[in-house]
């Protein structure tokens, strides 16, 4: 990574409606109805976060379908580890991302298309 991105990366993080997302999708898929509930947030708010966190891959969106022919999307954290190692004046960022399970990743291209 670079350092700008080290810094994009970092200044998610800090933003706590970022982190209420990514613990609460790392429990279970949920669309941004519910994630608005949870993160006690305004919808706006939680689009424009997951906006940002699917810019840098820490989420993975489903799209789904409702029984009255209506879709939304549900998104699960990609997000598993992240490490900050300083030394000898220099700082490394080291991301560990899920997998994505390759039948969900067929879907999602085919989805995409």
């Known amino acids: 990574m670079t350092d700008d991105e080290d810094a994009e990366l970092l200044a998610i993080l800090d933003d706590e409606y970022a982190r209420a997302?990514?613990?609460?999708?790392?429990?279970?898929?949920?669309?941004?109805?519910?994630l608005a509930d949870r993160c006690d947030a305004s919808p706006p708010t939680i689009y424009r976060r997951i906006d940002r966190l699917d810019e840098h891959d820490l989420l993975d969106a489903q799209q789904q379908l409702d029984p009255d022919g209506h879709h939304y999307k549900t998104y699960a954290a990609r997000l598993e580890r992240v490490a900050v190692e300083i030394e000898d004046g220099e700082m490394e960022i080291d991301i560990t991302r899920r997998e994505e399970d390759p039948a969900d990743r067929f879907t999602r291209l085919y989805e995409e298309l």
């Open 21 to 34: 997302i990514l613990i609460e999708t790392s429990k279970e898929p949920m669309d941004a109805d519910r």
